[in-house]
C-alpha cells in the first residue's frame, strides 16, 4: 500500500475511536435528556454545540501548536481527553458539569481535525487530494457508526452509564496505535512561515462564497439534521416498533440510519472524491447534491410517505450529506493548497464549526418558538439557493473552458 495513504488510515481509524462517545449523545441525549440530568431541550442543543463554539478559539491556537509540538504528541492528548470525556458521560449530573465535560470534547477534536488536515494537504496532490480527503472522511466515520449504531441501541436497553464506560475504554485502547503508527516529528506536516492578512480573505469573493457555503451547509445538515434527527423521528413514529420481542425507540432507528449513512461512508466518500478530481471538477456534483438533498429535506416534513418509506428519504438525506462533506471539503483545500495553507485552513475549520454549532441551537429554539417543520422547511430553501447558485457556477466554468479548448484549436 502507499504510505502516504496508509498513514491517512491510521489517522482516520484513531479518529474514529475517539468519536464514540461523541456521536452516541446525537442520538441519546434528545430522547434520555432527563436521564442524563438535564431540564430541556433548549439544554440538549446547547450541549451538542457548546463543543464547537469552544473550538473556534481553540483552532488558530492549536494551528500555532502544531509548529511546535509533533503530531505524535497532539494526536495523543486528542485520544487522552476523548477517552476521559466519553468515561465521565455517564458520571455528570447537571448542565454545568456536561458544559465544561463538552469543551474538553472539543479541545480533542480540534487536535484531531486540524492535524489530520494539515497532515493530508501535505500529502496530498491536486490530482489525489479529493480522494484522500474522501479515504479519511469515509473511515472515520466507523466511529460515527459505532457510536450512533450500538450506542442508540443499548442506551434504550441499558442507560447512558455502561455504554459510556465501554466507549471511554476503547479510546483509550487507541492510544498505544498512537505510539506506534503516527510519525513523532513536526516535520511531518509543512506549514509555510509567510502570514496571511485580512486581503488574503476580503480580496477574494469566491473564496468568501466557498466559507459563506459551508457554514450554511454545516449549519443545515452536521448541525440542524444530525443533532434533530433521533427526535423528528420519535416526532413522526406512529409507535414503538418490536423486533424480535425488542423495542426499538427512537434514538434506536435513528442509530441504525446514521450506522447505515457510516458504513456506506468507506466507500462512497473516496468514490465522490475521486470523481471530484476528475476532468469535471467539483462544482456540478455539488449542486447536483444540494439541490437534491433540499428536495428530500422538503419531503420529509409532507405527510404522504407510510412511515417506511419516510425513514428511506432520511436515509438518502444522509447520504447525500456524506457526499456533500467530502466536496465542501476538496473545495475549501483546493484553496488552502497555497502559500497560506495554515491561515485559509484553519479559517475553513472554524466556519465550518461555527455553522455546525448554531445548528443544534437554532434548532431546538426554533421548536420551541415555531415547530421543527418550519426549521426544517427554512433549511430546505437555503439548500435549494446555494444549489442553484453552484449550479450557475459550474455552467459558467463549462462555458469558460469550452471557450479555451475553441481557442487553442483554431490557434
Known amino acids: ?88 458521560y455517564g458520571h455528570v449530573t447537571n448542565f454545568y458539569e456536561w458544559c465544561l465535560i463538552r469543551g474538553l470534547w472539543g479541545v480533542a477534536w480540534s487536535l484531531l481535525r486540524l492535524g489530520s488536515y494539515f497532515m493530508i494537504l501535505d500529502l496530498s496532490t491536486d490530482e489525489n487530494r479529493g480522494y484522500y480527503l474522501g479515504t479519511y472522511n469515509g473511515l472515520y466515520r466507523i466511529g460515527s457508526l459505532v457510536g450512533m449504531l450500538s450506542g442508540g441501541f443499548f442506551v434504550d436497553l441499558y442507560g447512558l452509564r455502561g455504554v459510556t464506560a465501554v466507549f471511554g475504554i476503547l479510546a483509550f485502547l487507541a492510544a498505544p496505535l498512537v505510539l506506534r503508527f503516527v510519525p513523532h516529528t513536526r516535520h511531518d506536516i509543512i506549514i509555510e512561515k509567510k502570514r496571511a492578512d485580512k486581503g488574503t480573505f476580503l480580496g477574494n469573493p469566491y473564496l468568501l462564497w466557498v466559507l459563506s457555503s459551508v457554514f450554511l451547509v454545516a449549519m443545515s445538515l452536521e448541525g440542524i439534521l444530525t443533532s434533530t434527527l433521533s427526535r423528528l423521528i420519535e416526532m413522526r413514529m406512529p409507535r414503538s416498533i418490536d423486533l424480535l420481542g425488542i423495542t426499538l425507540g427512537a434514538a434506536t432507528l435513528a442509530g441504525v440510519l446514521q450506522a447505515t449513512r457510516w458504513a456506506i461512508g468507506p466507500a462512497l466518500s473516496p468514490f465522490v472524491g475521486k470523481l471530484s478530481d476528475g476532468r469535471s471538477g467539483r462544482y456540478p456534483l455539488l449542486a447536483l447534491g444540494l439541490i437534491l438533498i433540499s428536495i428530500s429535506m422538503g419531503l420529509t416534513q409532507l405527510s404522504i410517505f407510510p412511515f417506511t418509506a419516510w425513514l428511506c428519504v432520511l436515509l438518502v438525506i444522509l447520504f447525500i450529506s456524506t457526499a456533500l462533506t467530502t466536496l465542501m471539503d476538496a473545495l475549501a483545500s483546493d484553496l488552502a493548497a497555497g502559500k497560506v495553507r495554515v491561515a485559509v485552513a484553519t479559517v475553513y475549520v472554524i466556519v465550518g464549526d461555527v455553522g455546525a454549532a448554531c445548528g443544534p441551537i437554532l434548532a431546538y429554539a426554533g421548536e420551541s418558538i415555531f415547530g421543527i417543520k418550519l426549521t426544517y422547511w427554512i433549511s430546505s430553501i437555503i439548500l435549494l439557493i446555494l444549489g442553484i447558485v453552484w449550479s450557475v457556477m459550474a455552467y459558467l466554468k463549462w462555458k469558460k473552458e469550452k471557450q479555451v479548448v475553441q481557442t487553442n484549436r483554431i490557434i
Open 1 to 88: 500500500m502507499d504510505p502516504k495513504r496508509r498513514l491517512v488510515i491510521i489517522m482516520a481509524l484513531i479518529t474514529a475511536v475517539s468519536l464514540f462517545g461523541d456521536s452516541m449523545l446525537y442520538v441519546a441525549l434528545p430522547t434520555h435528556w432527563s436521564e442524563a440530568g438535564l431540564s430541556s431541550f433548549v439544554q440538549v442543543g446547547v450541549l451538542l454545540s457548546i463543543n464547537r463554539f469552544v473550538r473556534l478559539p481553540l483552532n488558530p491556537i492549536i494551528g500555532w501548536a502544531y509548529r511546535k509540538i509533533s503530531s505524535r504528541t497532539g494526536v495523543f492528548l486528542a485520544v487522552f481527553i476523548a477517552g476521559s470525556t466519553t468515561f465521565l
